[in-house]
Structure formats: structure tokens, C-alpha cells
């Protein structure tokens, strides 16, 4: 028993053959030997035997297939001068691959018991003074310079993380990422797709994504419940000269209901009363401190003899009033009864452009992102 637990370890490091990776009846016996049940409640001890228990949880997925490696690498384009950055190399399956293409690899993972299995096999190699480990959690940790990606990315941070590389203050020529297969496609949707969302829309404004190949989930050990697929990311050499946070919440406000008329999203009250709240702490147009009125407001200086209006009162009046400069904005180029899931990045864009040139606003102004590692995923909801 024992010893068929070290041979299956041996084809997650990448020692054993295909053959034995691909067998039903040897992955269950590993399941078995390992003590873990459907529901990942059983736990075996660690380090014995050269044991790693791999935790699903934590989207800790070994692709160990040899020709689907070397084809990521082979289509990554990877150039002998390159710095990559590997985000999650578990075991270092992929890493070594890397380290025979690339001038150096950063190795970004968060789990200590893999880097030190990472580190040992690229002792054995030869080749550790290539690789830089970093120990610490993707989305926090603070990438150094490179030149490319090429990650299998745990399922769980792909929108933080992809977020975090389009968005971040470092430039790099492309991002090779092996994503779950409903992501990857949901990433590539086009505008009418039943699939379009938010996410694509905020990653096409600064990058485009290509489909390289999926990958089925039995090539993972542990198998994963869905497959997956490859894509390339590659940074647009020019973008829209657009305040990424004001996009971003006009976005957001857009997507809400993708489905949903703009018109009827933007006459719903909160949504009304948000943006007057915001195009007024603005204050870059005078018109918006005409939708606003305040009970110490005295036109001629003296005593009123008139019963003064509630805030409450003047806030339904300011509402109204500019829920009507909303309409204007929306009708003026037509898009009143048009859904947000139909609509292109360039007439997204000329949309937010008449919204701001009117005054109104999505995002505070006088907020704005500061750090590399702040999240922007709340671009991808």
C-alpha cells in the first residue's frame, strides 16, 4: 500500500509515466491511501513517507500531464531573457518547464509544505539560483519586476488576481493562465453573448484575451469537479484615457442587471439618490448644487415667513429633478432603452463620457486607488 502511495506521489512531482497518472483504478487507490473521503473531511498526517495532502479548499490542483506543460510553455512564447512570474507552482510541475525557457522564474505561493517540495526538486536540479520563491498570498504580496505570467491559478482568486495583473502598476507582455473553464469563457464573452458580464468588459478596456486549448479535470490530481481552459492576456499598448475608478462604478452600476434597460436602472430611487449624492461631493459643475437645497437657505437674508421645507422634502425635489437630467443623458444619445449586455467598451465609454460631461459622477472623486495591491475586483462581480 505504501508503496503504490509513493509511486502516485512520484506522478504528482512529475517522476511517473502518464499511464499511471491516467489511472481511474490507481486514483482511487490514492484517495483511499490518503484517508480522504468525498467530502475532504479525513485528513491524513503529514510528511510521512513523502506524503502531501492536497487540499481541494485551497484549489490546490497538480496538472501533471507532460505534453499539456510543455504545450503552455511552448505557448507562452517565452524568450531566454525573460523574468516569469508563477503565481501558485504547488509541487513545480510547470516550474521546471519555465526554469528550461526562461532567464529566471518568481514563484509566488502561499503554501510552506510546496515550497519547500519546490525548492528541493529545483535544488535537484541544478537550477535554484534562477528561481525566487515568495512565501506569502498572491494578492497581497508585492510582485517584483518580470516580463511574463504563466500560472495555473487557484479557482477561487482568479478574479482578484486577474484583476490585480491588468490593473497593477507592474507592465508584462502577456499572462499565460490555465482558469476554470466558466471563467476563461465568461472572460472572452462579446457583448449580445449570454455570457457577457462586467468581467469581460473591464479587462478587454485594457487587455485582450485569447483561447489557447481546454484542459480536461482528470489531468489534475486531485481531480477538480470542472475542467478548464487556457487563455493568453496580453496588455493593450494604448487605452482609453478614462479615471479607472469612475469606470469601474459606472460599471458596476451598469451591470447590476445586465438584462435591465439602462432607463429603468437608472430611475430607481437609491440608485438616483446615490449619484446626486455623489455628482454634488463632485463639485466640478455648478449645475449639481441646483439639485440640492438645505433648511439654511435664506434668498434675501431675512426671516422667512414661509413654513421652511424638510431636508427630506428638498431631497425628493433634488431627486426628481435630477433623476429628469439622468433621462436627458441617456436620451440624447439614444441609449435609454438599451441593456447594458449589448452594449460595446466604446459606447459604454461615450455613455460615461455625456454622464460626467453633464455633472454626474459614479464614484467619489476625491477617492481614488493608491496601492498596486489594492483589489479591484469589485470590477468582476
Not at 517540495?117 to 541544478?126: D, I, P, S, T, Y
Not at 432607463?263 to 455623489?278: D, I, N, P, S, W
Not at 459614479?362 to 493608491?370: A, E, L, P, T
Request: hydrophobic residues 35%.
Amino acid at each position: 500500500m505504501l508503496r503504490r502511495a509513493k509511486c502516485l506521489y512520484g506522478v504528482i512531482l512529475g517522476h511517473g509515466s502518464l499511464g499511471q497518472l491516467q489511472s481511474t483504478s490507481r486514483y482511487r487507490s490514492y484517495r483511499k491511501i490518503n484517508g480522504a473521503d468525498d467530502d475532504g473531511r479525513r485528513k491524513r498526517e503529514e510528511g510521512q513517507d513523502g506524503y502531501l495532502q492536497l487540499h481541494k479548499s485551497k484549489g490546490q490542483h497538480l496538472l501533471t500531464n507532460q505534453r499539456i506543460l510543455d504545450s503552455i510553455v511552448r505557448k507562452s512564447a517565452i524568450k531566454p531573457t525573460d523574468t516569469v512570474l508563477e503565481i501558485g507552482p504547488g509541487t513545480g510541475n510547470l516550474t521546471l518547464k519555465l526554469l528550461e525557457a526562461a532567464k529566471s522564474v518568481v514563484a509566488v505561493e502561499i503554501d510552506k509544505r510546496m515550497v519547500e517540495v519546490l525548492q528541493k526538486r529545483v535544488a535537484e536540479c541544478g537550477v535554484q539560483d534562477r528561481l525566487t520563491v515568495i512565501c506569502k498570498d498572491a494578492l497581497k504580496a508585492e510582485f517584483p519586476p518580470f516580463d511574463i505570467v504563466v500560472a495555473n491559478i487557484p479557482y477561487g482568486i482568479s478574479s482578484p488576481l486577474v484583476a490585480k495583473l491588468v490593473y497593477g502598476a507592474r507592465s508584462f507582455r502577456s499572462a499565460t493562465l490555465l482558469l476554470q473553464k466558466e471563467f476563461a469563457r465568461r472572460l472572452m464573452a462579446k457583448p449580445g453573448d449570454s455570457e457577457f458580464n462586467r468581467l469581460a468588459v473591464n479587462v478587454k478596456l485594457v487587455a485582450n484575451v485569447e483561447f489557447v486549448m481546454d484542459v480536461s479535470k482528470r489531468e489534475f490530481v486531485p481531480c477538480p469537479k470542472v475542467d478548464s481552459s487556457v487563455v493568453i492576456i496580453r496588455p493593450k499598448a494604448e487605452v482609453p484615457n478614462v479615471n479607472l475608478d469612475e469606470w469601474s462604478a459606472f460599471t458596476k452600476a451598469c451591470f447590476g442587471n445586465k438584462n435591465k434597460t439602462l432607463g429603468a436602472t437608472f430611475k430607481q430611487k437609491k440608485k438616483v439618490m446615490e449619484l446626486l449624492r455623489l455628482s454634488k461631493l463632485a463639485g466640478s459643475n455648478g449645475e449639481t448644487d441646483n439639485y440640492i437645497c438645505s433648511n439654511d437657505d435664506n434668498w434675501d437674508g431675512g426671516e422667512s415667513d414661509e413654513e421652511e421645507l424638510s431636508s427630506s422634502s428638498c431631497s425628493e425635489m433634488g431627486a426628481s429633478s435630477f433623476k429628469e437630467k439622468l433621462m436627458g443623458v441617456l436620451k440624447s444619445a439614444d441609449f435609454e432603452d438599451k441593456r447594458p449586455s449589448k452594449l460595446s467598451n466604446e459606447e459604454l465609454l461615450h455613455l460615461l463620457a455625456l454622464f460626467n460631461q453633464a455633472g454626474i459622477y459614479f464614484h467619489d472623486q476625491s477617492k481614488s486607488r493608491n496601492a498596486e495591491n489594492e483589489s479591484f475586483s469589485v470590477a468582476y462581480c
